[in-house]
């Protein structure tokens, strides 16, 4: 099983949409937890950061289930400018920063 | 204040060529990594340091060398250039308190 696992997609929704990502991982001990979002040939840059308790960023929601070991991102109103590839990050020890990394989720934004 | 600063952007090797892929950070970032990342894939985690003097090895570290003899500097070494070793190479540096990762803006390879 691999550390992170996501779905690749590509998922295609219309303007407006509400779309929900999914992100599983393997370690329970994982500490800390991340969306990044990459655009096309870009590097990739923090989103959120993914708390215990959920938390919201104007029309991104992120949440975290301990006990399935998942955490998930919530779009609400999707716009054109939200097409990238969305990358699960996990940080499965404390202190040590060694991020691992999901292959990404590519949402494409139609008009 | 740049931030991470990656060069070059792209080169193109030749089997069994050697190069080195720059990296500078002025973010004055103790943590800093070096990942690859294929088509359609997430980044592997290739080198690490936590800080000048000290390095260790990630996920993928065969075939590459680093050094940190200086916070600001993690350079990346390919001593013998394989076609596997075709890919986007991203540093970055990372901030102690948030953990969040700052990139470069990659290097572009390709091994022939």
């Known amino acids: 099983r691999k550390e992170v696992e996501q779905d690749p997609g590509p998922f295609n929704v219309p303007e407006g949409a509400t779309v929900a990502f999914n992100c599983t991982y393997s370690n329970s001990a994982s500490q800390s937890f991340f969306w990044y979002r990459q655009d096309c040939r870009k590097e990739p840059k923090l989103l959120m950061s993914v708390y215990s308790s959920g938390n919201e960023d104007g029309r991104f929601t992120a949440q975290l289930n301990r006990a399935s070991q998942y955490i998930s991102l919530l779009i609400r109103d999707s716009k054109l400018s939200d097409s990238a590839t969305y990358l699960c990050?996990?940080?499965?020890?404390?202190?040590?920063?060694?991020?691992?990394f999901g292959q990404g989720t590519r949402l494409t934004i139609n008009p | 204040n740049a931030g991470v600063t990656q060069t070059p952007k792209f080169r193109i090797l030749k089997i069994g060529q050697s190069m080195t892929l720059q990296c500078a950070q002025d973010?004055?970032?103790?943590?800093m990594y070096w990942y690859r990342q294929d088509p359609g894939m997430g980044l592997k985690l290739i080198y690490y340091s936590v800080g000048a003097g000290i390095t260790d090895k990630g996920e993928v570290p065969n075939g590459y060398n680093v050094s940190r003899s200086t916070t600001e500097d993690f350079p990346l070494r390919l001593e013998l250039a394989a076609p596997s070793q075709t890919s986007v190479y991203f540093c970055a540096g990372s901030d102690r308190n948030t953990g969040e990762l700052f990139f470069g803006e990659g290097s572009r390879l390709t091994v022939l």
């Open positions: 990050v996990v940080n499965p020890l404390q202190g040590a920063q060694k991020l691992v």
């Open positions: 973010m004055n970032h103790n943590y």
